[in-house]
């Protein structure tokens, strides 16, 4: 199988290319700005040959998306359109990759794939509306996930690594949200339930996350306990922060679809965790801190 990749440098983008090698497959990663310079003969011939599209990339700053939020419609959706047409075109399938974030905030316990999305903010409506134009087609794949972690310990969006730099230059303790709730997973899994969906014809929506759910303060004490730091990990609300996007409290999932094809639930975000940061020399890394 010959796979397209967008996003290949991002977190997600880069695992999945390497776990699609792994497996036999060819994955190939799109270079987005040649895309959209590239005329229409052109961009139809960067998508030839492949069985899939994986569309990984997004302009993910929520912030920035509430400022300027014609760039985030830009990244998010015009772009989504363009591959997903010239895809249907070279009768590519196409798998994108969305947030649990769509949701919004109609519930107080983990979303599944059949509760109806009310997103609050310009990035979590782009995903949405990037959604619908996917669905179009019968055969293509929507992957809600969110709170990812994982990765290479340089790139500059990883949520753990930042955690610990956050500890080592801390003297007596770290905040953490204790109001916003959702489900950290790991790249790893979330990468390879994305290739047992593609591998089994899957379509429509799948939340893909691992199981359990925690607040950001949880989340974030859980990394301390890991890192052996022997420092305090305070609670504080939402307002602290002063964000500009009105991002849900509750992010938080379950995958009923996954359940109804048999699939077993992907393992617990602390098991996840244990191993990432096991696995990258993070586990008890600060234990000799004083």
């Known amino acids: 199988m010959r796979i397209l990749v967008t996003g290949g440098s991002g977190m997600l983008g880069s695992e999945l290319l390497r776990q699609i090698s792994g497996e036999g497959h060819v994955g190939v990663s799109l270079d987005r700005v040649g895309f959209l310079a590239s005329d229409k003969i052109q961009r139809q011939s960067m998508l030839d040959g492949f069985d899939v599209v994986i569309h990984a990339a997004a302009n993910t700053n929520v912030e920035q998306c509430e400022i300027e939020p014609e760039v985030c419609y830009f990244d998010n959706v015009f772009l989504t359109e363009k591959l997903f047409n010239h895809?249907?075109?070279?009768?590519?399938?196409f798998v994108y990759i969305s947030s649990t974030g769509v949701y919004g905030r109609g519930s107080s316990v983990p979303y599944h794939e059949y509760d109806v999305p009310q997103p609050t903010t310009v990035h979590h409506h782009s995903k949405l509306l990037s959604e619908k134009v996917v669905l179009a087609s019968p055969n293509s794949l929507v992957i809600r996930t969110g709170w990812l972690f994982g990765g290479a310990l340089s790139n500059t969006k990883?949520?753990?690594?930042?955690?610990?730099?956050?500890?080592?230059?801390a003297t007596e303790f770290i905040s953490a949200n204790y109001m916003q709730v959702g489900s950290p997973t790991y790249v790893g899994d979330c990468a390879r339930r994305i290739?047992?969906?593609?591998?089994?014809?899957?379509?429509?929506?799948?939340n893909v996350v691992n199981e359990g759910a925690a607040s950001r303060f949880e989340y974030?004490?859980?990394?301390?306990e890991l890192s052996g730091a022997a420092i305090e990990v305070r609670p504080i609300d939402a307002s602290a922060f002063n964000r500009r996007a009105d991002v849900s409290e509750n992010e938080a999932a379950v995958s009923y679809r996954t359940k109804f094809d048999g699939l077993s639930p992907l393992r617990p975000w602390q098991d996840a965790l244990d191993d990432y940061m096991s696995q990258f020399g993070l586990r008890s890394c600060l234990s000799q801190r004083t």
């Open 87 to 93: 895809s249907q075109i070279n009768k590519n399938r």
């Open 158 to 169: 990883n949520f753990i690594n930042n955690r610990i730099n956050e500890i080592r230059v």
């Open 195 to 206: 290739l047992e969906l593609i591998s089994a014809d899957s379509a429509g929506i799948y």
């Open 220 to 224: 974030v004490k859980r990394i301390v």
